[in-house]
């Protein structure tokens, strides 16, 4: 369950992705922030309870849309899923310097590792995995007052490791 605080920090996300857990969840203790999937806090999973405070909500989230923590600003992956940034293709050279293009061009099926959870054993921060083409799920979020976009990325969508 989690308690979440409903505002739009966005004026383009309006969906309640953040929140607070009421109970310990995998390698989460109660009370950590969490990040959500942005349609696990909808309506059909309100909860009704008389002693919620005014501008919070109850829900109840499942499991498997519960995908990061946070605790002092550093993100805690939780099982089964990795932060990762995408890979770009290098820029162009010539030999009188750089090429500049408007738009990176990037890599749609690898994915760099930035913070992976302890029972994830076969990759390790800075590895770079090979992954389905649309595994880059990105999410937009608000910590601090900051917006920030973050890649998540499922253990279960990766093919291989890259060896560099």
Avoid at 42 to 58: A, F, R, S, W
Avoid at 66 to 71: A, L, Q, T, Y
Avoid at 115 to 129: Q, Y
Wanted: charged share 25%.
């Amino acid at each position: 369950m989690e308690l979440a605080i409903d505002y739009s920090w966005d004026s383009r996300i309006t969906n309640i992705t953040q929140g607070i857990l009421l109970t310990d969840y995998k390698n989460l203790k109660a009370g950590t922030y969490v990040l959500a999937h942005h349609s696990s806090m909808g309506d059909e999973c309100e909860l009704v309870y008389d002693g919620i405070p005014h501008g919070h909500k109850l829900f109840s989230v499942e499991e498997n849309l519960v995908f990061f923590g946070f605790d002092k600003g550093k993100i805690i992956p939780i099982d089964g899923f990795m932060l990762a940034e995408r890979m770009y293709k290098p820029e162009p050279v010539s030999k009188f310097g750089i090429i500049l293009t408007a738009e990176p061009e990037k890599i749609d099926n690898k994915l760099k590792i930035l913070a992976k959870p302890d029972s994830i054993t076969d990759f390790e921060v800075g590895d770079v995995a090979i992954t389905y083409k649309y595994s880059d799920y990105e999410m937009t979020h608000n910590l601090n007052g900051k917006q920030e976009k973050i890649i998540r990325l499922k253990y279960s969508d990766c093919l291989a490791k890259e060896i560099l």
